[in-house]
């Protein structure tokens, strides 16, 4: 079992940077890839970025390339999404995950942190 706790949500001004922080426990060695998503209201969960748990390879969504940097630091077992020029569409809850392959569906996640963006 892995267990995932995301926090530094918040309310921001468009422009403004967040950093959201995932903190891991239980079996994380297990885990190949972590990754973070978000939830808009009235809205489907989306990808935002990718990380492997043994390796720098990070993959981004389209929407965030440039603007957000997913890291992790091992020896803490923490994930972290570095969000910056945050704008108004950003406004979601987001949630941390993690997997045991290196592809396919995430197999824990977090409670998720909101994150609104005003403009």
Do not use: H
């Not at 630091?73 to 020029?85: E, T, W």
């Amino acid at each position: 079992q892995v267990q995932l706790v995301e926090s530094g949500g918040g309310l921001v001004q468009a422009g403004d940077s967040l950093r959201l922080s995932c903190a891991a426990s239980g079996r994380t060695f297990s885990m190949s890839t972590m990754g973070w998503f978000r939830q808009a209201p009235g809205k489907e969960r989306e990808f935002v970025a990718r990380i492997s748990w043994s390796g720098p390879i990070t993959y981004y969504a389209d929407p965030v390339k440039g603007r957000f940097t997913i890291s992790r630091d091992n020896a803490k077992n923490m994930v972290y999404l570095q969000m910056n020029n945050l704008q108004p569409d950003d406004t979601a809850v987001y949630y941390c995950a993690a997997r045991y392959r290196a592809e396919g569906d995430y197999n824990y996640w977090g409670q998720g942190t909101q994150v609104t963006v005003s403009s």
